[in-house]
T-cell receptor
Framework: DSGVTQTPKHLITATGQRVTLRCSPR?????VYWYQQSLDQGLQFLIQ???????AKGNILERFSAQQFPDLHSELNLSSLELGDSALYFC????????????FGSGTRLTVV | GQNIDQPTEMTATEGAIVQINCTYQ??????LFWYQQHAGEAPTFLSY????GLEEKGRFSSFLSRSKGYSYLLLKELQMKDSASYLC??????????FGTGTRLKVLA
């Protein structure tokens, strides 16, 4: 157990639907990062939050949004889902921005049918 | 732009030594990381280099040359459990990491 908790582990949904992925960072970590990993693709950075505020944004689609709550857990919302959104979504946390490595959660595997 | 290149696949024999190369071009540099990822699992941290030179950690070593935009991960005494993808990632001075697509290593008996 890495200390970063992601739920759910698996999600199957239909095109056009909306889903919410949840992440609880490791205790004491203020930064949360979201990454998307499609089949045979690298990890694509989506967005980062630090202590409740958005800090950096990657190639995140307008249909996707995220937030970090006062208790530091984060949610990634994916709407108007398309087949191409099927991927592994990882959350990671770190103790300081740009600090010594991420700790990744076990990921949510999203399948859009 | 930002670019990280790694070989797609490598194969080696149990007990051997393998070197996985990574070249990068980024707008800034604040450190290079290597992660191991088994299929369908989360990446796990292996090493971090911010200064030129070799960092050794047990069977794994990582080297960095900032002037050449080059790093390698050296795995010694290969074991079957080392079969995994190895991801090179650079933090360019902003808050995000940029990952390469990874090198899939197969270790054969």
């Amino acid at each position: 157990d890495s200390g970063v908790t992601q739920t759910p582990k698996h999600l199957i949904t239909a095109t056009g639907q909306r889903v919410t992925l949840r992440c609880s960072p490791r205790s004491g970590d203020l930064s949360v990062y979201w990454y998307q990993q499609s089949l045979d693709q690298g990890l694509q950075f989506l967005i980062q939050y630090y202590n409740g505020e958005e800090r950096a944004k990657g190639n995140i689609l307008e249909r996707f949004s995220a937030q970090q709550f006062p208790d530091l857990h984060s949610e990634l919302n994916l709407s108007s889902l398309e087949l191409g959104d099927s991927a592994l979504y990882f959350c990671a946390s770190s103790g300081q921005t740009g600090g010594y490595g991420y700790t990744f959660g076990s990921g949510t595997r999203l399948t859009v049918v | 732009g930002q670019n990280i290149d790694q070989p797609t696949e490598m194969t080696a024999t149990e007990g051997a030594i393998v070197q996985i190369n990574c070249t990068y071009q980024t707008s800034g540099f604040n450190g290079l990381f290597w992660y191991q990822q088994h299929a369908g699992e989360a990446p796990t941290f292996l090493s971090y280099n911010v200064l030129d030179g070799l960092e050794e950690k047990g069977r794994f070593s990582s080297f960095l040359s900032r002037s050449k935009g080059y790093s390698y991960l050296l795995l010694k005494e290969l074991q079957m459990k080392d079969s995994a993808s190895y991801l090179c990632a650079v933090t360019p001075g902003t808050y995000k990491y940029i990952f390469g697509t990874g090198t899939r290593l197969k270790v054969l008996a």
